[in-house]
């Protein structure tokens, strides 16, 4: 599982609250990524880092911002969450050797917002 | 714009019926063409990643090819606990890794 965890693993809150999701992952990967997947989409890219302070946007990510002050945790906020936002978000590493690569995901977090 | 598209959305199978899944797609410089497995409620599992025309990569009862349009995951011989959404996804030429995935296949084995 590439030592990667997410919290909350579940979470209800209601519109205009912020929420923040964390992964965290124990192998000092460069790369982190946080999709989120909704029936019909499959998984769209919402922000990605590619170090400690570095970071940028996906496809989806009005609405979310991102952080990584250190390599092993990555947090996704919703500053005022909408309900458009209700899905399942999960987080993944890249390992690369050379010029392959592997991506691996986390177990996800189901965020509903009423 | 990079697109990837999984066909058919549903598979229904009977445990030891062979068949395959299609991701086809459309991108500018391919790098890597990634499989995954989804069981209900758990992230994706990666299965595979292909990088070149003609190249087959097998894990137990699948086996996963490469063409320049497209990729097929076979399934020979399923049994029910190959019953999982399947999905691909496209990585490109640049300097961030980052995956676009087709919307996956549902495939359901019967025993």
């Known amino acids: 599982d590439a030592g990667i965890t997410q919290s909350p693993r579940h979470k209800v809150t209601e519109t205009g609250t912020p929420v923040t999701l964390r992964c965290h992952q124990t192998e000092n990967h460069r790369y982190m990524y946080w999709y989120r997947q909704d029936p019909g989409h499959g998984l769209r890219l919402i922000h990605y880092s590619y170090g400690v302070k570095d970071t940028d946007k996906g496809e989806v990510s009005d609405g979310y911002s991102v952080s990584r002050s250190k390599t092993e945790d990555f947090l996704l906020t919703l500053e005022s969450a909408t309900s458009s936002q209700t899905s399942v978000y999960f987080c993944?590493?890249?390992?690369?050797?050379?010029?392959?690569?592997?991506?691996?995901f986390g177990p996800g977090t189901r965020l509903t917002v009423l | 714009e990079d697109q990837v598209t999984q066909s058919p959305e549903a598979l229904r199978l009977q445990e030891g019926e062979s068949s395959s899944l299609n991701c086809s797609y459309t991108?500018?410089?391919?790098?890597?063409l990634f499989w995954y497995r989804q069981d209900p409620g758990k992230g994706p599992e990666f299965l595979f990643t292909l990088y070149s025309a003609g190249e087959e990569k097998e894990k137990e009862r699948l086996k996963a090819t490469l063409t320049k349009k497209e990729s097929f995951l076979h399934i020979t011989a399923p049994k029910p606990e190959d019953s999982a959404t399947y999905l691909c996804a496209v990585q490109v030429w640049s300097n961030d890794y980052k995956l676009s995935f087709g919307a996956g296949t549902t495939v359901t084995v019967r025993a």
């Open positions: 993944a590493i890249s390992e690369s050797v050379g010029d392959r690569d592997e991506q691996f």
């Open positions: 991108v500018s410089g391919l790098r890597g």
